[in-house]
């Protein structure tokens, strides 16, 4: 199907962006990378009057070294986040998420601030963006303002973000010398996990002083297994102790029933594949 007519506009700055979205309103969408926008575009979901491409912001493009944090701009394709070595150095998490997200033209076109913005629950990248406290970076006509993971995810496809703001960058805190592993389970590769957990530990003389634990498709926002992070301070590096951490790896959750499964298999996958992350994290 071939969308609706639209007029494009493509600023180069982040004011002009903001401008035109003040100028347009409602009638009026952003496009980031595309990969979701536009299939929606196509099956006309949706029929935007005007497209405001961020493409040409160079300022929202990058990666760099901000003393306790890296920081990514939303304009920063996933393969460049994916083979940053300052993301494999002090967020290794989100490195080991990017493989696993989509194939590689999705990894060269899509970004990775279109992607947390998108909000998709089965997206890749919102597990691991709970799990390491990402810091989103919003911006609109009254200037800027900081928004925590735990309140940026709102709900199903929706986030923090005012119809009159941009994401201009995330800001993830430094995790380095932790170990990271993304476990995604699905029927075809390159699918929408059924369920994903990531998982990031700190070992300590083969004790886990700290572990921060990130699930997808477990509610309508990617959730935190905090009963396990809880479970598992202080506990062995061990199968036995994280295996027995991870059967609460569903407390608190709302997983969805669909083709895929429903939400009991849901949650024995959560439990299942909380073991392995958290196991493969700690290098147990």
């Known amino acids: 199907m071939i969308p609706a007519a639209f007029d494009y506009l493509a600023p180069t700055s ?5 401008a035109a979205l003040a100028e347009h309103g409602d009638d009026a969408k952003i496009i ?16 935007p009057e005007v497209l405001i491409d961020l493409g040409k912001i160079d300022s929202l493009r990058g ?13 920063t394709p996933h393969s460049v986040v994916g083979s940053d070595p300052l993301v494999a150095e002090h967020a290794a998490l989100i490195s080991k998420a990017v493989e696993h997200l989509a194939d590689a033209q999705i990894r060269h076109r899509g970004t990775f601030g279109g992607a947390l913005a998108h909000a998709d629950p089965a ?6 963006a ?7 970076v919003i911006q609109g006509a009254g200037g800027t303002r900081t928004v925590g993971a735990d309140d940026f995810f709102v709900d199903l496809f929706e986030t923090a973000i005012g119809d ?7 800001r993830i805190p430094k995790h380095t010398g932790w ?3 993304h476990e995604k389970f699905v029927r075809i590769v390159h699918q929408w996990p059924i369920v994903a957990v990531a998982a990031t530990v700190r070992v300590d003389g083969g004790t886990i002083a700290e572990a921060r634990i990130g699930m997808a498709n477990m509610g309508s926002t990617p959730v935190r297994a905090r009963a396990v992070e809880e479970a598992l301070a202080g506990q062995p590096a061990t199968e036995d102790a994280v295996r027995a951490a991870a059967e609460r790896a569903d ?4 997983p969805p029933s669909d083709l895929n499964g429903d939400a009991d298999y849901r949650r024995h996958l959560s439990r299942v594949l909380t073991r392995r992350a958290v196991l493969a994290a700690a290098g147990a």
């Open 179 to 181: 170990g990271a592993r």
């Open 32 to 47: 980031a990378g595309g990969q979701s926008l536009l299939p929606v575009l196509r099956m006309r979901l949706n029929a």
């Open 251 to 254: 407390e608190g959750t709302n």
């Open 63 to 75: 990666i760099r070294d901000d003393g306790d944090a890296i920081v990514i701009g939303a304009m």
């Open 123 to 128: 997206g890749d990248l919102g597990g691991p």
């Open 14 to 18: 982040v004011e002009d962006a903001l």
């Open 164 to 170: 009159d703001e941009i994401l201009t960058e995330v």
């Open 130 to 136: 709970v799990a390491l406290g990402a810091q989103f």
